[in-house]
């Protein structure tokens, strides 16, 4: 019987793909793990486990005790945050996820699910339709632990048979969860400022064009790829992802359509010299091809849907 972990379970991608397996797969049967003490954890995400990344013996006891067959490894430090903090990025994003995959060979874990980002490429990439193979020269700390983690996870795939799967996520927007602390979390705050008909203050210009894309079709094609036949795919770790591409005036622009008298100033900040090392968009034949990938929303259907649904949040 399938039983999922789901490290950093409490994040803004863990809090929704949890609610979404355990639809699938059932309540009891998907396990959420994150630093949080149990107390602080609403039903919701129980059962949990606290637990980190970084203790590989205490994350061995989580596998056996609840006897996992499948993770999905969320555990992380973003883009911004991961430029404050360095050293502790690279701790959690490749000690951390090493300790993942060791102990699913360990503990007999069948699959780890593992996201990459578009952080994976840098200026000499080319940035529109940025294909699935391609120049890999990320400028960050976040963005260089994504490249290794996927030839990592790429290496427990073939020198270990363990199947491993992985996305390279745009940046995603959702009303659930805030962001933790990346390069897009823009056009998740801007939604929460025009509804309490605040001004805007973006740390990004307002030409800056990003990949992106709405929490539902992210979920949506996380548990796709991780459903698929392995037998099926020829890429495992490193697939390209996309829906839409905007900038942050077109987003702006796109919330005055429902919220006419919202305002938006731009401030740039430390954001922006990462912002302009990731692609514009990305071209993703390969997810297409191997298992059938295709996004639901647009520009204007998901700034709908989250106004609409931040509304009734507030
Ligand atoms: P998040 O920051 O919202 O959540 C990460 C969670 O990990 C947090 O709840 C945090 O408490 C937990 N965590 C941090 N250190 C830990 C440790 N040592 N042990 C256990 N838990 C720890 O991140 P997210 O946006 O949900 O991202 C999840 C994954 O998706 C990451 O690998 C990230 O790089 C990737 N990704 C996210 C986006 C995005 O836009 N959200 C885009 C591209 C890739
Ligand atoms: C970030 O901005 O760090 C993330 C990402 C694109 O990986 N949202």
């Not at 970084?54 to 989580?62: G, V």
């Not at 593992?114 to 940035?127: M, N």
């Not at 391609?134 to 427990?156: F, H, N, Q, R, S």
Request: proline letters at 5%; hydrophobic letters at 35%; aromatic letters at 10%.
């Amino acid at each position: 019987m399938t039983k999922i972990l789901v490290t950093g379970g409490l994040g803004q991608i863990g809090s929704e793909l949890t609610a979404a397996l355990k639809n699938q797969y059932g309540k009891d049967q998907v396990v959420t793990c994150d630093l949080a003490e149990l107390s602080q954890v609403h039903q919701e995400f129980h059962p949990y486990e606290k637990g980190d990344v970084l203790n590989a013996k205490q994350f061995q006891d989580i596998l056996k005790k609840h006897q996992i067959t499948e993770i999905y490894h969320l555990a992380a430090i973003l883009s911004a945050v991961g430029e404050q903090k360095p050293q502790h990025c690279w701790k959690v994003n490749i000690d951390g996820l090493y300790n993942v995959l060791e102990a699913s060979i360990e503990c007999g874990v069948k699959k780890v699910v593992c996201p990459s980002s578009i952080a994976v490429f840098g200026p000499e990439t080319p940035q529109i339709k940025t294909p699935q193979e391609t120049i890999l020269l990320p400028k960050t700390m976040y963005g260089l632990t994504k490249v290794a983690g996927e030839l990592l996870c790429d290496y427990y795939v073939s020198k270990f048979n363990l199947d491993v799967r992985g996305l390279r996520y745009p940046g995603l927007i959702s009303y659930k969860t805030l962001p933790g602390g990346g390069t897009t979390d823009y056009a998740v705050e801007i939604f929460y400022a025009a509804l309490k008909g605040e001004k805007y203050t973006c740390f990004l210009k307002p030409d800056t064009v990003l990949p992106m894309m709405y929490m539902p079709d992210a979920v949506r094609g996380t548990i796709e790829l991780a459903e698929t036949s392995f037998k099926d795919l020829k890429h495992h770790s490193n697939f390209n992802f996309a829906s839409m591409s905007f900038s942050c005036q077109e987003l702006a622009d796109e919330i005055k359509k429902h919220i006419p008298n919202f305002q938006i100033e731009y401030v740039p900040d430390h954001r922006q010299q990462i912002a302009e090392t990731w692609p514009q968009s990305i071209d993703d034949c390969t997810a297409r091809k191997e298992w059938n990938w295709k996004p639901q929303y647009d520009l204007k259907a998901m700034v709908k849907d989250m106004l609409h649904n931040l509304k009734q949040k507030t």
